[in-house]
Nanobody, 127 residues
Framework: QVQLVESGGGSVQSGGSLRLSCAAS??????MGWFRQAPGKEREGVAS???????CYTDSVKGRFTISQDNAKNTVYLQMNGLKPEDTAIYYC???????????????????????WGQGTQVTVSS
C-alpha cells in the first residue's frame, strides 16, 4: 500500500517560515511534488523535484520556497520562507509525477500527471 504522510503545517505570521515534510512508503518515485488548495480555489502546483534533484516552482513562490529530497529517507521537504497570507492553504504531497529534464512551466503541475497523493497539511498565514 502506497502512503504519503505530510507533516509540518501550522499557523505563522506574515513573513514567517515553515518546513513541510512528506514521507513516502512503498516505493521510490521519479518525481515528487507539492500542491496546495485554498478555500474556494482549485488545487495548484507549487513545486516539484525529479530523481536528479532538479526543482521546478510556480512563479508565485520562486525565491521564497525551496523543495528538496532525502532519497535515503524517501522524504521530500518544502521549506517556505517569507510566507504571505495568500499562501494559506492545505498543502498536499504528490508522487509518481512526470519525468522531466527541464521545467516545462505550469503544465508540469497537471494533477493527472501525479499518481499518488497525501492527505494534506494545513498552512495558515496571518497578516
Amino acid at each position: 500500500q502506497v502512503q504519503l504522510v505530510e507533516s509540518g503545517g501550522g499557523s505563522v505570521q506574515s513573513g514567517g517560515s515553515l518546513r513541510l515534510s512528506c514521507a513516502a512508503s512503498g516505493s521510490t518515485y521519479s518525481t515528487m511534488g507539492w500542491f496546495r488548495q485554498a478555500p474556494g480555489k482549485e488545487r495548484e502546483g507549487v513545486a516539484s523535484i525529479n530523481s536528479a534533484g532538479l526543482p521546478c516552482y510556480t512563479d508565485s513562490v520562486k525565491g521564497r520556497f525551496t523543495i528538496s529530497q532525502d532519497n535515503a529517507k524517501n522524504t521530500v521537504y518544502l521549506q517556505m520562507n517569507g510566507l504571505k497570507p495568500e499562501d494559506t492553504a492545505i498543502y498536499y504531497c504528490a508522487a509518481d509525477g512526470p519525468k522531466y529534464s527541464y521545467c516545462w512551466g505550469p503544465h508540469l503541475f497537471r494533477l493527472s500527471y501525479f499518481g499518488y497523493w497525501g492527505q494534506g497539511t494545513q498552512v495558515t498565514v496571518s497578516s
